[in-house]
């Protein structure tokens, strides 16, 4: 059979019959491997014809887009114990099938769920334990827990302790860190991937790896380079943060008639520059119908009281106006809770909700922005937000402070100094139909085509959790290095290389792969690389 052919079986679908047979397979397989305990394997597994299947898929699904694919796994797998993914993992490798690793379910681009080729998905709302060590600063974190979770655990144990991590509570840990991690205190303390001292890793043999048995390069790569390229993370060990026992927080709104144009061009010399104590991003808006209406919010966290704050700004950013009847004193915790969009009194058990408020389905790309853009390139953007018909917005974030402090190579996250800030372009609709979904990204990308001037270049830069594969994609199992540049390059910049080295060397079948998964540097076809692609069509036979 030649290798043309080979792929070319696999891009056939597969029938009802023919999955069913699989199934069948890798339920056998699942009992072997975890000694005949089909009592354990019925709690976890679910097929296409159980009754739970639909509403196992969907209970994580935060963007309704992907819903009515038909590129949806054969099997989910829901483990409680490491030896269940392992067996997972053994178990896909012999039947030729992939495997998908799904720890929140906001994947931007659905790839922890979907799939052109048969695939087991693996679940980990169940790997979710969260261990708090005060004694060293630090927690375990499996990697199925939600932000959400992991800051309420860390309320719980103590109010001066937190964690660098992002805005949304319902992302997962293990994909969050897995990307960089960028949240309201990467000014002072950097990125969430940047405070972690160890992990648990899953090969694709099924072996279990910490720091010191994965290596110091594995290590490195998983932290910001893709970890899904490398394994599945059971969890991480991460090193928590000293927070003050009171913190400000202001939401300041502007309208164009406000002035919103000139504090946004003005935003862009300041924020990056503030102490690092003090973050300020600007979400830049619509009223999300056909009113065109616009209003940019200065949305702050400052690791601090008011009456240190006021003169602060006072000092640095007199032009916002900031007085203290516009800011609310609280604890971190509670600052959490409202970056999140909470109020300060509700419950924090809010945080434990593991979807999101308010579901729809969105689309995002991202820039990184190195010298501030003209007002006009400004008002060019804005007009664009209020002609969407539907919400829109751009979402800013300062870097400066301690991320100029960290080299690009630290972690393979190389977006450190001389980024003035990041900007994320989110789009949101309610109805799921073709023809509105094509509209809507239509407008992601002329938004982006039109910020091309005003943006960073060689390469024009992207955060990888905000996934985007309008970049770029792998087409086959065995994309080369040189193409998939055209997207990694933008993620990763000098760092792709050395993630490439390393993918080639701990994962030489390149069984852990997706559309933007690292490549081996140097592709090689082997005969037995390629046979073990069509085992599922042998088994079919």
């Not at 927070?243 to 504090?263: C, H, I, K, M, S």
């Not at 400066?400 to 980024?419: D, V, Y």
């Not at 792998?474 to 000098?494: E, P, Q």
């Amino acid at each position: 059979m030649s290798y043309l052919a080979v792929f070319l079986i696999l891009l056939l679908p597969i029938s009802y019959a023919a999955s069913t047979l699989v199934e069948k397979k890798f339920n056998e397989c699942l009992m072997t491997q975890l000694d005949g305990n089909s009592e354990s394997i019925e709690k976890i597994i679910f097929t296409t014809s159980s009754s739970l299947y639909t509403l196992v898929l969907e209970s994580l699904e935060q963007n309704p887009r992907w819903l009515n694919s038909s590129w949806k796994p054969l099997l989910i797998l829901t483990p409680f114990h490491e030896s269940e993914i392992q067996a997972a993992i053994r178990c896909s490798k012999e039947l030729g099938l992939q495997l998908r690793v799904r720890s929140g379910g906001h994947d931007y681009e659905g790839l922890s769920y979907l799939c052109r080729v048969p695939f087991v998905m693996v679940d980990l709302i169940n790997i979710r334990s969260i261990e708090v060590s005060l004694a060293d600063e630090t927690a375990w974190v499996q990697a199925g827990a939600s932000l959400g979770e992991l800051y309420y655990e860390i309320s719980k144990e103590s109010k001066v302790h937190g964690f660098p991590a992002g805005t949304c509570p319902s992302v997962g840990i293990g994909g969050h860190i897995s990307g960089g991690g960028v949240g309201t205190m990467l000014r002072k303390h950097g990125l969430a991937a940047d405070h972690v001292v160890d992990a648990y890793l899953i090969d694709a043999d099924g072996k279990i790896h910490d720091r010191k048995s994965m290596g110091e390069d594995v290590f490195w790569a998983i932290r910001g380079g893709s970890a899904t390229s490398f394994g599945v993370i059971l969890a991480w060990k991460i090193r928590l943060v000293r927070v003050p026992p009171l913190v400000t927080v202001f939401n300041v709104e502007r309208t164009l008639e406000e002035g919103a144009n000139n504090l946004i061009h003005r935003w862009q010399y300041t924020a990056p520059e503030l102490h690092e104590d003090l973050f300020i991003r600007v979400v830049a808006e619509n009223s999300g119908d056909k009113s065109k209406t616009f209003k940019a919010t200065f949305n702050s966290l400052f690791l601090g009281g008011i009456d240190k704050l006021i003169p602060l700004m006072n000092e640095s950013f007199p032009e916002l106006g900031l007085q203290a009847k516009d800011c609310t004193e609280m604890n971190w915790i509670q600052s959490v809770m409202f970056i999140a969009g909470f109020n300060k009194d509700d419950p924090l058990e809010l945080l434990l909700n593991r979807t999101t408020t308010f579901k729809s389905s969105f689309k995002a790309k991202s820039d990184f922005v190195k010298e501030p853009i003209p007002k006009t390139g400004l008002e060019g953007a804005w007009k664009m937000v209020v002609e969407e018909d539907t919400l829109a917005m751009l979402i800013m974030e300062p870097y400066g402070g301690r991320m100029n402090e960290i080299s690009e190579s630290e972690i393979p996250f190389p977006h450190r100094k001389g980024n003035l800030y990041n900007i994320q372009y989110l789009v949101k609709w309610e109805v799921n139909s073709m023809e509105e979904s094509k509209r809507h990204l239509h407008w992601a990308k002329m938004i982006y085509r039109y910020m091309t001037p005003y943006v960073s270049k060689s390469p024009r830069a992207a955060y990888f959790n905000y996934r985007d594969l309008d970049l770029g994609k792998n087409k086959h199992h065995n994309t080369s290095y040189s193409k998939a540049s055209v997207w990694g390059k933008k993620y990763f910049k000098g760092n792709f290389r050395r993630l490439a080295q390393i993918k080639t060397k701990f994962d030489p079948q390149n069984f852990f792969r997706n559309e933007q998964s690292i490549p081996h540097l140097n592709f090689y076809y082997s005969p037995k690389f390629l046979l073990s692609f069509i085992k599922p069509n042998l088994i079919l036979q």
